[in-house]
């Protein structure tokens, strides 16, 4: 069965919060798809994955790239899944179709993004009547907590 998991930043922007948990990810040795609406984005966020600590790096590939098969980390824009990871990540609230292919799908998205609010929010309540084991972080004062924020 798949775990859901839906962040709600404040604080912390929604790309580094996808930062700290990628890199989560990889220190327990977990392979994750990172799924993206547009083109751009994945390229701020690998930029990012490259550069935003100077003395190390999240390694990871690009869809397109002939690493992603040896990639702990894959971003794309299509739903799939070349590096056999257990996790799917959601920074841009791209719904995840095909869920039962990962072990936990993640999305993390602004509280002040109303719109990508709205529709995970009905993501949820469906997710929610099918029984799935959901768990809801938001942040306080730097922490996250669990909160059920979307009732």
């Known amino acids: 069965m798949t775990e859901f998991a839906f962040y709600k930043t404040s604080n912390f922007r929604v790309d580094e919060t996808f930062y700290v948990l990628a890199q989560k990810a990889l220190e327990k040795n977990l392979n994750s798809v990172v799924i993206f609406e547009t083109k751009e984005v994945l390229k701020d966020i690998s930029i990012m994955l490259w550069s935003k600590k100077p003395e190390s790096f999240l390694p990871h590939s690009i869809e397109k790239d002939n690493l992603s098969n040896d990639s702990p980390i894959y971003l794309t824009t299509r739903e799939d899944n070349p590096n056999k990871s257990q996790i799917i990540f959601s920074p841009e609230g791209v719904l ?52 059920n924020f979307m009732r």
């Open 96 to 147: 995840v179709k095909k869920s039962k292919n990962w072990k936990r799908c993640i999305y993390i998205f602004d509280q002040d993004d109303i719109s990508t609010f709205d529709r995970l929010k009905e993501h949820y309540f469906l997710l929610e009547n099918s029984e799935e084991k959901i768990e809801l972080y938001e942040q306080n004062k730097g922490n996250w907590i669990k909160n």
